[in-house]
């Protein structure tokens, strides 16, 4: 317990920076103290401010791509099984920096400012206790803590072989809404371009493939319901992934004040061919939540600099799920809805 104590910021202090006491006033009050009491991250954050951007357009949507050296080691982590028993975990309380603290979130959950961002503020939610990253049976949480976040920040989550690079412990991460394109351009999809597949009285669900990365996102202000029909998916689409871990997918939660909106992003491949090239072929992008939600980290410059409009569409393309396996999740869904309905 003393561990723990060590970490958490005391309430007098977080209340010299937070502008209120809702979980999300005091997030943002954490970075601003850990900005002044630790270095790296202060360091880091300045870094940030200099990163390049570029903007890609697509029919009724942008994907951006951004130039952020910081992100090197997440970008290039080895998360197979040796590599990951050969190292210390980064998240669990005994190997967080002196200087590092946190918020408690539950009972179960630390909060702690990422210190190498990619958001304006970019929070890292790991389990105090170290368990594998598995979303199944952990949905409630990421529900409830988007919620109590929701009034800055979105939450998100990275399969263990999509863009995790710390599969072996339980986390969420959060970062600032309408950074991504995606939380921006999501109404517009919906009514342009979205089927919907399912509807009830605190539930619809929608799925898009005509964005890149094909999508199905759940709409509910019942956190029951969500976890329903997210189980629902996640049987269905257990039964045709080759994965023995977790089928593979990056997963977001947004709150709005009313309902929540859970976008998934299933997968089937955890890093594009580009990523394996040798020479000038090579490009060091590893998709996870934020650049399928459309901001696309390059760590290294001459990826930045050549990197097109092509091989992004050709990026999402592999990564993302085939349009038969998609439709088939489509219509398992659909089905279940349906036959919940007439029980």
Request: hydrophobic share 35%; proline share 5%.
């Amino acid at each position: 317990m003393s561990l723990i104590n060590d970490i958490l910021i005391e309430e007098s202090e977080i209340k010299n920076y937070a502008k209120g006491d809702t979980l999300a006033e005091k997030a943002e009050g954490l970075l601003k103290q850990q900005t002044e009491t630790w270095e790296l991250l202060r360091n880091n954050y300045s870094d940030l401010k200099k990163v390049e951007v570029r903007n890609f357009e697509f029919d009724g949507f942008n994907v951006k791509v951004q130039f952020n050296p910081g992100r090197i080691i997440s970008s290039s982590a080895k998360v197979d099984k040796d590599s990951i028993k050969n190292r210390k975990c980064f998240l669990c309380m005994e190997n967080l920096p002196a200087d590092q603290k946190g918020l408690l979130f539950g009972a179960e959950y630390l909060l702690l400012c990422n210190p190498f961002p990619i958001f304006p503020h970019h929070f890292t939610i790991p389990k105090l206790d170290h368990l594998p990253q598995m979303i199944i049976g952990n949905l409630s949480d990421a529900l409830q803590l988007s919620k109590e976040l929701g009034k800055f920040y979105t939450v998100f989550y990275n399969g263990p072989k999509c863009g995790a690079s710390a599969p072996d412990h339980m986390h969420y991460q959060a970062g600032n809404k309408y950074f991504m394109p995606i939380d921006d351009e999501y109404p517009s999809v919906i009514e342009n371009s979205a089927r919907k597949i399912l509807q009830n009285e605190n539930l619809t669900v929608y799925a898009v493939d005509n964005y890149l990365r094909n999508f199905i996102s759940i709409e509910s202000n019942s956190k029951k319901n969500i976890v329903e029909i997210f189980q629902s998916f996640y049987k269905i689409f257990e039964k045709i992934s080759d994965d023995k871990e977790e089928p593979m997918m990056n997963v977001q939660f947004f709150w709005d004040d009313v309902k929540w909106r859970v976008i998934i992003f299933p997968r089937q491949k955890h890093r594009p061919s580009y990523y394996f090239e040798e020479g000038e072929k090579n490009i060091m992008l590893s998709p996870a939540s934020v650049d399928l939600g459309g901001v696309n980290i390059t760590p290294r410059e001459e990826d930045f600099n050549k990197i097109t409009k092509d091989q992004i569409i050709d990026i999402y393309r592999q990564v993302s799920i085939s349009k038969e396996y998609f439709e088939y999740l489509i219509k398992e869904v659909a089905k279940f809805g349906n036959e919940t309905e007439a029980e």
